[in-house]
């Protein structure tokens, strides 16, 4: 069955520090990765997108890495602040045509 | 790629009722697609909008329940029909050129009473 999951469930740490989410998949055949990022009260805006030649895609402090033999991926931020606060999804496309495979999320909270 | 809104941002329904909630896209998609996203929950897809033909549904997600009308290809509706306290939720509206590639609208906040 494919499936996309992701750990911790939920995050809190000081303003100014590092973190790294985690999502493994057993998506097979696997197309592409999206990590994408939603605030409370809005939709999923795509922060990176990783294919399968792909290791490591940056995107200002967020960098995403993609380890496609053990199918492992980890959003890393670096310098956290505030605004980094939401929900970080894992997306996981498969079989060309076939829907996304949403991961559950890991809720970041990123206090002062 | 594209921006999205929908209509409306938020509602709070009596059970039994329908709501219609709209998704219109700055540019013309070739496919649009409608989610739930309930509390805690990640996104699960109810279907994809064709358009000039009716919509592809995912396994649990009936037509009657949820009718979903693509008249052009910058707009969609979705209907929650005979709504009950379940159906509450967040209603998201994607579209892009393919499945790979799907921007996110802001989301319909549905209370239902």
């Known amino acids: 069955k494919n499936q996309v999951e992701q750990s911790p469930q939920s995050l809190i740490i000081l303003e100014g520090k590092n973190c790294t989410l985690q999502?493994?998949?057993?998506?097979?055949?696997?197309?592409?990765l999206r990590w994408y990022k939603q605030d409370t009260g809005r939709g999923p805006v795509s922060l990176t997108i990783m294919t399968f030649s792909e290791n490591t895609k940056s995107n200002g402090r967020y960098t995403a890495t993609l380890d496609a033999d053990t199918k492992q991926s980890s959003l890393h931020i670096t310098a956290s602040q505030l605004s980094d606060s939401a929900s970080y999804i894992c997306v996981v496309s498969g079989q060309a045509g076939t829907a996304l495979i949403f991961g559950k999320g890991t809720t970041l909270s990123v206090s002062s | 790629s594209a921006v999205i809104s929908q209509k409306p941002s938020r509602d709070i329904c009596q059970r039994g009722t329908s709501l219609t909630i709209q998704c219109q896209v700055d540019?013309?998609?070739?496919?649009m697609f409608w989610y739930r996203q309930q509390p805690g929950q990640s996104l699960t897809l109810i279907a994809t909008a064709n358009q000039g033909s009716e919509a592809t549904y995912e396994s649990g997600f009936v037509i009657d329940k949820f009718p979903i009308s693509r008249p052009n290809l910058t707009f969609s509706t979705l209907t929650v029909s005979n709504m009950s306290p379940e159906d509450s939720s967040i209603y998201l509206c994607?579209?892009?050129?393919?499945?790979?590639?799907?921007?996110f609208g802001p989301g319909t906040r549905l209370t239902v009473l």
């Open positions: 994607s579209a892009g050129q393919e499945y790979n590639e799907q921007f």
């Open positions: 540019s013309q998609v070739t496919m």
């Open positions: 999502c493994n998949y057993t998506v097979s055949p696997f197309s592409n």
